[in-house]
């Protein structure tokens, strides 16, 4: 199943009712990440009712997708409901191959001038909902989403530009790996993430990961200044086993 793709208001009712039910994730405060991505976040996964951006990088072909689609994976795979906003190229394929389940993932392509409000019916009743972020949008209407995100216990994953995220990751580098001299097939991709927050997260982290991942994380050998002057602590080694 390539996930459901809501057109229209009753449609997206219906989803939101279903999604609601308890499921295995449901109590718990912290949604799973993969083990790669765990050390760019304070909690080490997705708290719910927190704002995690992606922020798009120029051109938005940097990795911003691969990295969006990733956060979902553990959550999805554990039993969490997920959508995804305003993405109509959005490849099925990518995302179940990265361990997204297509079967609790709503899919809502071209929202149109009702954005706000599709995104704020799904942060009703989905663990987690991922929307690009439309250049019109207010400052004011950011703000209630993120306070709705937060009073209904959904994670809020805006992808572009979004001021006051809990926690906003960025590709800041990448490099394909597969092409030999002329020939070879792109097979995996090594990036670069910053991440940067408030709070627990204002100190400032860099690390390097495969996408798809090959469970190793690996530290960048060297600080990043924070925003009060004092170097970060590097980044612990992340990986399975």
Not at 88 to 108: C, H, K, M, N, S
Not at 114 to 128: K, M, R
Not at 220 to 233: C, E, F, K, Q, Y
């Amino acid at each position: 199943m390539a996930g459901r793709m809501v057109v229209g208001s009753a449609a997206l009712a219906d989803l939101v009712r279903p999604a609601s039910a308890p499921d295995p994730v449901g109590g718990h405060r912290v949604l799973p990440v993969v083990p790669e991505l765990t050390g760019l976040l304070p909690n080490r996964g997705l708290r719910r009712g927190s704002t995690i951006a992606v922020a798009a990088g120029q051109p938005r072909r940097s990795g911003g997708t691969s990295l969006m689609l990733a956060l979902l994976a553990e959550a999805s795979r554990a039993g969490s409901w997920c959508a995804v906003v305003g993405v109509p190229t959005f490849g099925a394929g990518a995302a179940a191959e990265l361990g997204i389940a297509l079967d609790r993932l709503a899919l809502v392509p071209n929202p149109g001038p009702e954005w706000a409000t599709v995104v704020a019916a799904l942060i009703d009743g989905v663990d987690v909902v991922v929307t690009t972020v439309p250049a019109s949008v207010s400052a004011s209407v950011a703000t209630r989403l993120a306070a709705r995100a937060r009073q209904r216990g959904s994670v809020l994953v805006p992808y572009g530009r979004w001021d006051g995220a809990d926690v906003t990751l960025q590709v800041v580098r990448g490099v394909w790996e597969g092409l030999g001299l002329g020939r070879g097939r792109l097979r995996r991709r090594e990036i670069t993430v910053s991440a940067r927050g408030r709070g627990a997260a204002a100190r400032p982290k860099e690390i390097k990961v495969w996408l798809p991942g090959d469970e190793l994380t690996r530290v960048i050998p060297r600080t990043l200044p924070s925003p009060v002057g004092r170097s970060a602590v590097p980044l612990a080694l992340v990986g399975r086993g």
